[in-house]
């Protein structure tokens, strides 16, 4: 199946794209699949994959980095993923939190996370989720306050992936205004062995390696520069981590929806019921068409997410960032349910390695924001209409 290429993307975006298929072909999803049957990780591929320079490509090079932005670092998720292999930590470590830290850490902040962030020695997970709060980040309940030099963190998180095997988690927290007594938002980085730092495995339906975690934090002290950043520009920090979030959610929605429609593409093809393939007949021709079109547009919006937030447009970024989350989700649900029913009863086997992806590909729509929020935004944000809340 071929992938139009465009002049948005250079010559070295191409190369990129290209070598890291070759390694996500190398792995593919029958190494996912023995993964999760064994209750494994992803040691190899990420090792792998941080050693050839993916995993910290968006990170500045005088720390390790590849020096590039969420334009490289989206095309390595679609790719893995496109391969059936994708790297949902990739979202959390790389993209949310090291590009908080490059953005607003301090000097000691970056030398100790970024180098190993961008070689993969090192993992963080990002919490902002509770139980009370959904959508509504004004609504968080997790509160610092100062004692002494000291910080104590207490509250609750939950649909924290990966808390298992990262060695600390970026969490959101609120601390008092000391000028108007409101709560507003900052960000700490909280090592995993922190004394009070709990967590309980959450089960899931969902097949993955990165596993979902509630945390409990029970006055976790922690010591003045676990704070990212300064104490006042809390939201502008918490939205210069959420658009890359939305950015690879995409690009993890797209490689799925593609890996999935080239499985049903390729079934179409070789399936001889009647006199013909069944992907000569129309019924079967123009959904796989429409999924691919509809793939293709939610990466065009993807990739203009990622220029205007490696441009530095926030602003911008964030509209089309949540424009190219919405695209992405609804594409890969389209995408795979297509596929599973093009296969019809092999869709549903474990040899074809699809039905799983029935539940997968519903997170794109779900997290890390619903689709309904972002119709929400797009509404109040882009079309000025009122808020219903």
């Known amino acids: 199946m071929s992938t139009a290429r465009t002049v948005l993307e250079t010559e070295e975006h191409q190369a990129l794209r290209a070598a890291v298929a070759a390694l996500g072909k190398r792995y593919g999803r029958d190494y996912m699949t023995t993964v999760v049957r064994e209750g494994k990780h992803t040691d190899e591929l990420w090792a792998e994959a941080a050693k050839l320079g993916y995993l910290g490509v968006n990170l500045p090079e005088e720390y390790g980095g590849g020096g590039g932005g969420m334009a490289e670092l989206s095309i390595v998720l679609e790719e893995l993923g496109a391969a059936g292999s994708p790297l949902l930590m990739m979202i959390v470590s790389p ?40 959508s509504n980040s004004h609504r968080i309940t997790t509160t610092a306050r100062r004692d002494g030099d000291d910080w104590l963190l207490t509250g609750r998180k939950v649909f924290v992936s990966g808390v298992d095997i990262a060695d600390a988690t970026l969490i959101v927290g609120r601390t008092e205004d000391a000028r108007s007594g409101k709560l507003k938002p900052c960000l700490f980085i909280v090592p995993r062995d922190a004394e009070g730092f709990g967590r309980n495995q959450i089960d899931m339906e969902l097949q993955a390696p990165e596993k979902q975690f509630e945390l409990v934090l029970d006055d976790v002290r922690l010591p003045a520069d676990a704070l990212v950043g300064d104490e006042d520009a809390g939201l ?72 205007l937030y490696d441009e530095g447009d926030d602003i911008g970024a964030g509209e089309a960032a949540n424009m190219a989350k919405y695209a992405a989700g609804e594409a890969c649900v389209k995408a795979v349910d297509q596929a599973v029913h093009t296969l019809g009863g092999n869709g549903l086997t474990s040899e074809y390695g699809l039905a799983s992806l029935i539940t997968a590909s519903r997170v794109a729509r779900i997290a890390p924001v619903s689709r309904e929020m972002i119709l929400n935004y797009v509404s109040h944000q882009s079309l000025g209409l009122p808020k219903s809340y």
């Open 95 to 134: 993209a949310i939190c090291g590009t908080v830290i490059a953005r607003f850490g301090t000097e000691e902040q970056k030398r100790r996370w970024l180098p190993g962030l961008a070689d993969g020695t090192l993992t963080m997970a990002f919490g902002i989720t509770e139980p009370d709060a959904g």
């Open 236 to 307: 502008l920090q918490l939205f210069a981590g959420l658009n890359p979030e939305r950015i690879m959610t995409a690009a993890f929605g797209i490689g799925m929806g593609r890996f999935a429609l080239a499985k049903a593409v390729d079934y179409a093809r070789t399936r001889q019921v009647w006199k013909a393939p069944i992907g000569s007949h129309q019924a079967i021709a123009h959904p796989l068409a429409a999924a691919h079109i509809e793939l293709e547009l939610a990466r065009l919006m993807m990739q203009k997410a990622a220029r």
